[in-house]
């Protein structure tokens, strides 16, 4: 597949981690994407995906992309074959500028990107993307789009720097050490977040913790699961297993056995990292 990544520009770099082309042959029909701490906004320029949503119990046609903010649980992708889309990868907060209304509204149900920025406009931006003259061309209408539609979040500020704090200890913080440092109380806190991630702070700091716990596990090497709960601050192995089902809809086992095959039969692919083979 061919994959081309930049860096946004300011102001864009506060809420974006990277814009991205996408284009060629998935390494498999549908892909499972744990629920990590990363929203997802994808223009499609193909045929559509097959998405089923983490409360779904069917997968829905999504033909002009889609946008996914903050997952608590699993979610399965059916890219076609070809593909060719290009997207954004977006820290927790920064869906909310782009967002007719709180992010909670589309937690766990994937919207088409027509829903959030109206049919006519997706329309034009797909024209205008088709007509660009590569990659690099198609970014930057993206990226002149995104900064157009801009708009202020009430809160953002502080749910920004309460986040970037729960990020960088790896979700192991306390909230109510937070909050005391913000000087705002857990109410508050949890009705803005709720609004500009989707989520509550605590929920955040559950999906970072487990995030960073499963991504530092070597699949080559025998794992030890209650020496993995315990540095991760679980209570019990139990309890660890529970959440691992989850975030990712596998057992710990299973996580294993299918990172295992996608790392044997796509080395190096493009999409390594969280996508699993949902067949």
Known sequence: MEYVSRAPRPPLDGLIDDLYYLEGVPPYPRLLLPAAPAPLLIVNLGAPFLIRGGTDDAAAEYADGCVVTTPTRAWECGYPAPTRSVGVHVKPWGLAPFLPGPASDWCDRPATVGRIWGPGAVA?????????????????VLEDELVRRLRAVDGLDLVRDVSSTIASTGGTVPISEIGLAARASSTYLAKRFRAVVGVTPKRLARSYRFTFTVLALDVAAPIDWGDVAARAGYFDQAH??????????????RYVEVRRRFLREHADHTLDGWPLPAD
């Not at 931006?125 to 088709?130: D, N």
């Not at 007509?131 to 690099?136: I, K, N």
């Not at 297993?241 to 990712?248: P, Y």
């Open 124 to 140: 034009d931006l797909r024209q205008r993307l088709t007509a660009a003259a590569g990659p690099d061309e198609m970014l930057t």
């Open 240 to 253: 660890f297993v529970r959440e691992f089902r989850e975030f990712t809809g596998l057992t710990p086992t």
